[in-house]
């Protein structure tokens, strides 16, 4: 079973605009991480932000963790086409061996 | 450097053949992890190497899945009497250092997609 889930489950928008997606999850973790899937290919590493961390800034990405409310949210600024992917929020449990628990993925489309 | 190579990219088979799909991490990589990936959904842990050491095997569906990494580098993914539920993508991951902290990113392969007739 998955960790939690992400809102929205699709998002379509024009180039330069701003997307927001959000994760939630179920239980304490160790840190939190989002990754990018474009179609048909493995995922790539985004961003990790770590439990005790609220916000943390990669280029044009910006990740906030809020831990007691078990939510996450990743926002990418000035989008462009190439953004267009299936983003997915991974949590790590302490005490574990670093296995990835993903949520179900926002599905976003940039149009030029 | 290369990255997580993962062969084949697409396997079909008939219900009840095994399949043997396998993946080559990034050189020196201590950890590496396989998950399966249902169409539209997150990928699902399945199990966990340190090295050549098998140590958590808990997303594994049932005894029909089993994996191995004999020389602590390739690993080997063996499905025996598929079936059609085992239908999807299988994605091979490594990370460099082991750990129970998990403060690294892991580096996943373009995954195999099998299908199940």
């Known amino acids: 079973s998955q960790q939690g889930e992400e809102d929205p489950q699709a998002l379509s928008i024009q180039e330069g605009e701003n997307a927001t997606m959000n994760c939630s999850y179920k239980?304490?973790?160790?840190?939190l991480q989002w990754y990018r899937q474009n179609s048909g290919r493995g995922l790539v590493h985004l961003i990790l932000?770590?439990?005790?961390?609220r916000e943390k800034h990669s280029g044009r990405l910006r990740v906030t963790l809020d831990t007691s409310k078990k939510s996450s949210s990743l926002l990418i600024t000035a989008s462009r086409a190439a953004d267009t992917a299936s983003y997915f929020c991974?949590?790590?449990?302490?005490?574990?061996?670093?296995?990835?628990?993903f949520g179900a993925g926002t599905r976003l489309a940039v149009h030029p | 450097g290369a990255g997580v190579s993962q062969s084949p990219r697409y396997k079909v088979a008939k219900r009840g053949q095994d399949v043997a799909l396998r993946c080559d991490p990034i050189?020196?990589?201590?950890?590496l992890f396989w998950y399966q990936q249902a169409l539209g959904q997150g990928p699902e842990f399945l199990t966990y190497f340190q090295n050549e050491a098998q140590l958590d095997k808990s997303g594994l569906p049932s005894d029909r899945f089993f994996a191995e990494r004999p020389e602590g580098s390739v690993s080997t993914l063996k499905i025996q009497r598929t079936q059609q539920e085992d239908s999807a993508v299988y994605l091979c991951a490594s990370s460099l250092i082991a750990g129970t902290r998990g403060n690294q990113p892991q580096h996943f392969g373009d995954g195999t997609r099998l299908s199940i007739l």
């Open positions: 991974a949590t790590v449990f302490s005490g574990g061996y670093n296995k990835l628990i």
């Open positions: 239980t304490s973790i160790n840190n």
């Open positions: 050189s020196g990589h201590v950890s």
């Open positions: 932000i770590r439990s005790n961390e």
